[in-house]
């Protein structure tokens, strides 16, 4: 086994079934190797919106990290992003810290002291987020308690949350990404309806301005707002007023349960896909599940044209796809294998309600190989058999260093027909370059 | 406020230093974390992972693994990893996860020594002290484990990791250790430099290459050097009249009068702004801190401090 990258081809995996996906693929099982994919993952303050950034996705909130320093350490990437200029602090803690918990005992103070140094500075914020971490999950500490005696040390109405980086949860029942979010809607109270409000929720960058927000503008929708738009906190406030929540991420679901259990506002799920036709479906779907009418030929049309355009400069187009982008790896590849384009290879941990896309994929495209990022002999990986044209996803750059690739992982996201167009036009883009 | 940070972003911790000393010697090290800090530490604090593979893993425990001390899971794991990888031997780096449950390192070494056929190293690192108190950990463990001392190596760079000194750092091979002899010029290059030399218990010198070229760009005057103590003494050495004010360890051997270790902002602020120097040099990334200093100041980047590359 030694020297060689653990893989399995889409056929396999369809004949082994979906109880049975291998181990190496699932990952969770054994060390977890040091690929892109799980150092992004792993490290939220390096990459995307991980715990620190989504805890400051209300506007005028700053974050309090209370932790080892070795928790906060990458944050200085972030830091140095303009938006998140003095939006940062930390209270480190020490071994002391650690046996006897007198940390917690501090907190208020501290938190008392950033919100008197930024208020000297002119910009007091509304609330204050504190991000602990695996040592107090295992301590546990109820923070709830904690940030309520901030409140009252503070005594001025600035609200004081808790944004648990517990990596240690990361498969648990409600991980880290899914808790920060119901975390920042539980900032939001009961408020007047305002029948002609929608939300959009799931991401902390907006999603792409689009034919989403054109449709429910047509169909009479005044306000649509998504929290990364919110230009103030009380902005942020008036998402409670609205008539209901489309969530597009499945890891808001339970922040959107609990803003329909708590302010009433019920919600609808819209699922990215980068396939035309389910595309269509869904908004077919959504729009009479609302009530409301609809016109989206223009937009199909667009995508399918786009698709039919790369198809036609580029028949045999071979991706390999990684986990770091913009999509389901395993949906994506599947859309484009059914457009007629070649997958290679997948790095992407299988997760079983992955299967479905796996069992389709194994009958039109068998050979695909599927690697798994978390496996230790991914080590090994060897590109050199690999006939791949472009990449797709970060990650995927890193085992493919010489062939053209799309990142495809900007914060805003794509979604819809759009995404599906500005795709195909990224990659006839790319490889035009590719071969100028 | 003790211990809280308003400017600065937190400094290279001591598990990041350990893997710095252990990068590239062929071992297969493991992070006793969740995944956090080894995205920390190969995400961000180990420049040559982008460039030169290395086989460091997390040990990937869950909140259960933690909770009920799950040492035999974590063994299998390793041991399994072992048959799907070629390494020298086998290295385990604490985190603040282990240390908040107690685990036994030496347990830990014992029951791992039994399953397989490699060499284990424990570094007992908690992530809360800094990166050069790791890099030290980090030297002993390997004296510990592979230097007789009775080798013939010419000449070695201790503490030379790019945690202090970032593409500058020294190439070292575990052969290299298992060299290491009486006769071997043994130099220090940073504070762990210093900690591992004196446990070799060899005659060894101190001296920062990129001090030294820096030496004859600062004018005169009174100079505050906020780095490694290292970095600061190599300056004096070279004729510049200094003090050394330093977040990191400061050894007795290097400590002079007016010479001080720092811990707190305000501590910086006060010695910059009410010191009386005329020129300071360190890493801008502490600029903020001394709002009122006006004198020269002349950037020394410093990762561990910084994260600026």
């Known amino acids: ?436 | 406020m003790k211990g809280l940070r308003k400017v600065l972003t937190p400094f290279a911790p001591d598990q990041s230093g350990a893997v710095s000393v252990l990068y590239g010697l062929g071992g297969l090290i493991v992070i006793i974390d969740a995944g956090g800090c080894t995205g920390n530490i190969c995400g961000f604090d180990e420049p040559r992972w982008q460039n030169v593979r290395s086989a460091v893993f997390s040990a990937g425990l869950r909140d259960m693994d933690a909770i009920l001390g799950r040492d035999k899971l974590l063994v299998s794991k390793i041991a399994d990893a072992c048959k799907k990888i070629d390494a020298s031997f086998v290295a385990l780096i604490g985190t603040p996860v282990p240390a908040t449950i107690a685990t036994d390192y030496k347990a830990l070494k014992r029951m791992l020594e039994k399953e397989i056929s490699l060499p284990v190293l424990t570094i007992a690192t908690d992530g809360m002290r800094l990166y050069d108190e790791g890099e030290a950990l980090a030297y002993k463990a390997l004296a510990d484990e592979f230097i007789s001392k009775d080798g013939s190596l010419d000449e070695i760079t201790l503490g030379r990791t790019p945690l202090t000194y970032g593409s500058d750092f020294a190439d070292i091979t575990l052969e290299d250790y298992r060299k290491i002899g009486p006769s071997t010029k043994v130099t220090a290059a940073s504070a762990s430099g210093v900690e591992a030399a004196k446990r070799l218990g060899i005659p060894y010198e101190t001296f920062s290459s990129i001090a030294a070229d820096l030496a004859g760009s600062i004018p005169s005057g009174k100079v505050l050097v906020c780095h490694d103590e290292v970095f600061g003494k190599t300056l004096r050495d070279k004729g510049t009249d200094c003090d050394i004010a330093t977040f990191f360890t400061l050894h007795d051997e290097i400590k002079q009068d007016g010479d001080k270790k720092i811990t707190e902002e305000d501590e910086f602020t006060d010695l910059a702004v009410n010191g009386g120097y005329d020129v300071i040099v360190a890493d801008e990334s502490l600029k903020p801190l001394a709002d009122g200093f006006k004198g020269q100041w002349i950037d020394a980047p410093f990762f561990a401090l910084s994260g600026r590359r």
């Open chain 1, 1 to 436: 086994m030694a020297g060689k990258a653990v893989q399995y081809t889409a056929a396999q995996i369809r004949d082994l079934g979906k109880e049975n996906i291998p181990k190496e693929l699932s990952g969770g099982h054994g060390l977890v190797y040091s690929s892109p994919a799980t150092l992004a993952y792993n490290s939220p303050g390096a990459e995307g919106f991980g715990v620190k950034r989504a805890g400051l996705a209300v506007p005028e909130s700053v974050m309090l990290i209370v932790a080892p320093g070795c928790c906060g350490r990458n944050t200085s990437i972030v830091s140095s992003m303009p938006q998140y200029k003095d939006r940062f602090f930390y209270l480190m803690m020490d071994e002391t810290d650690l046996v006897t918990g007198r940390h917690l005992k501090r907190i208020p103070d501290a938190v008392c002291e950033v919100v008197s140094h930024l208020e000297k500075k002119g910009s007091k914020p509304r609330v204050v987020m504190i991000c602990i971490t695996c040592v107090d999950a295992l301590l546990g500490t109820d923070m709830e308690r904690v940030c309520s005696a901030c409140e009252r040390a503070l005594g001025d109405g600035t609200r004081v949350r808790p944004s648990y980086m517990y990596a240690l949860t990361r498969e648990g029942r409600r991980p880290p990404m899914v808790h920060v979010r119901q975390t920042l809607y539980s900032l939001l109270e009961p408020m007047e309806k305002d029948p002609r409000s929608v939300n959009i929720i799931g991401n902390f960058a907006p999603l792409e301005d689009g034919e989403l927000q054109k449709m429910l503008f047509n169909a009479g929708v005044k306000h649509i707002r998504q929290i990364s738009t919110c230009g103030t906190y009380d902005e942020f406030l008036k998402m409670a007023s609205a008539n209901f929540n489309i969530v597009t991420n499945p890891e808001v679901r339970a922040a959107a349960h609990d803003m329909s259990s708590r302010l009433g506002i019920p919600y609808i799920e819209l699922t990215r896909t980068y396939d035309v036709a389910k595309t269509a479906a869904q908004y077919k779907a959504f729009a009479n599940a609302v009530g409301i009418t609809i016109d989206i030929s223009e937009e199909e049309s667009k995508a399918k044209e786009a698709v039919e355009s790369l198809k036609a400069d580029h028949p045999d187009l071979t991706f390999n796809i990684g986990e770091c982008l913009n999509a389901d790896p395993f949906e994506l590849a599947l859309s484009l294998v059914r457009y007629g384009f070649k997958v290679g290879e997948i790095y992407a941990a299988l997760a079983p309600e992955k299967f479905k896309y796996v069992s389709k994929l194994a009958e039109l495209s068998p050979d695909t190989k599927i690697f798994c990022n978390m496996e230790p002999t991914m080590l090994y990986y060897d590109v050199s058999a690999s006939r791949a044209h472009i990449s797709l996803g970060k990650d995927a750059a890193f085992y493919c260093p010489d062939i053209p690739n799309i990142a495809w992982n900007s914060d805003i996201q794509p979604f819809g027909f759009q995404g599906i167009t500005k795709l195909m036009e990224t990659i006839g883009k790319i490889m035009k370059e590719a071969r100028a």
